[in-house]
């Protein structure tokens, strides 16, 4: 059975690019969830710090760019779309566009390579609202699976962090990934993910040691957070290099520029520490080539690839204090 689609979404996060963006931003990000002002007011620093452009967007059009020349080149032949979930061009206007154009059913490809709540049923519920407010003939959008487990993800990551040890051979290993809710952690298969990418990832580099750490960690602070933190976990090593490889992040977030390449780095010369951060996956040809691969083998394949009903469910709310 073939699969009739006739177009390709990038559904991204989105960031901002101008400084009077970043404060809407951050209030699209955390709308609905219960993070103290003080907390985005400091996140919103971090943007400041980069004079309010987060690199996101520009690297998502280096991806859809990139995406565009693979599917030119090797087929299937179709358009790509990119929206987001937070900033412009918002999913809605998207949609929009691409009912302007005729698209009846398309593939979505979720820049987020691991399950969670946040990362996998977010962006489904995301494509329901956004659907939803156009109306009329609004393209279907199926979801293409995560990929924390595709040779192609596993391949370009391995390479990057090649690169790394080709400049600290001997350095220790430390992997990151943006920390979730403890909460939400229970409800999906992010950890283990995780924790399975990560060996796949030593085990291709021939290295038997490693950590898995976390970063961007925001929420109340008596809220239990996935632990430990980069910053926690540099402060135990006494000297010596470290290889930074912020696998839990498909391109360079401004989590990955300010957390790792500002912060961590500042506190590795402060410890006497000589780091390097691995680089993400980004467009590296063969996570390319990964998009293109899940592309054709939905459309080749009789079975839909949409998560099942019960995948990544939001995380259980705590009951109030009677």
Known sequence: MIAEFDAVLVLGFGGPERHEDVIPFLENVLRGKNVPRERLLDVAEHYYHFDGRSPINEQNRELVAALNAELAAHGPRLPVFWGNRNWHPLLADTLREMQGKGVRRALAYVTSAFGSYSGCRQ?????ARAREQCGGKVPEIEKLPTSSDHPGFLEAMTERVRAAFDVLPSARLLFTAHSIPASMAASSPYERQLNAACSAVAARLGRSE?????????????????EPDICDALREIHGGDVVIAPIGFLSDHMEVLFDLDTEAAALCRELGIRMIRAGTVGTHPRFVNMIRELITERMEAGVPAVCPADCCPPPKRPAPAR
């Open 123 to 127: 962006y489904l519920e995301d494509i």
């Open 210 to 226: 490693y950590r898995l750490v976390y970063q961007s960690r925001s929420g109340p602070p008596g809220q239990p957070w996935l």
